[in-house]
Nanobody, 114 residues
Framework: QVQLVESGGGLVQAGGSLRLSCAASGRTFSWATMGWFRQAPGKEREFVASISWSGGITSYADSVKGRFTISRDNAKNTVFLQMNSLKPEDTAVYYC???????WGQGTQVTVSS
């Protein structure tokens, strides 16, 4: 059974940092582009960041560019999202998914207080 499990969410003050992890099991995603998405209350799910299988190509939403960094450890089948300078508008449930969006995690809540 393929699973993506996110962790690392929590409550943080504005300006703080969190590091999210997405651990995959059941199959390897080493050859897949992986991405992070988020969904705030009352809003549609939106793209946050993606990373190519080698880690050499990354892409970010304009709203997080310069503050968030996506990375991966293929040996551990894990993708990370380092989030710095967090803002209240970053509050959302964060999900990881493979590049084809066939597989999704259950999400981890990030809440940024002002």
């Amino acid at each position: 059974q393929v699973q993506l499990v996110e962790s690392g969410g929590g409550l943080v003050q504005a300006g703080g940092s969190l590091r999210l992890s997405c651990a995959a099991s059941g199959r390897t995603f080493s050859w897949a582009t992986m991405g992070w998405f988020r969904q705030a209350p009352g809003k549609e799910r939106e793209f946050v960041a993606s990373i190519s299988w080698s880690g050499g190509i990354t892409s970010y939403a304009d709203s997080v560019k310069g503050r968030f960094t996506i990375s991966r450890d293929n040996a551990k089948n894990t993708v990370f999202l380092q989030m710095n300078s967090l803002k209240p508008e970053d509050t959302a449930v964060y999900y990881c998914a493979d590049g084809s969006e066939n597989y999704w995690g259950q999400g981890t809540q990030v809440t940024v207080s002002s």
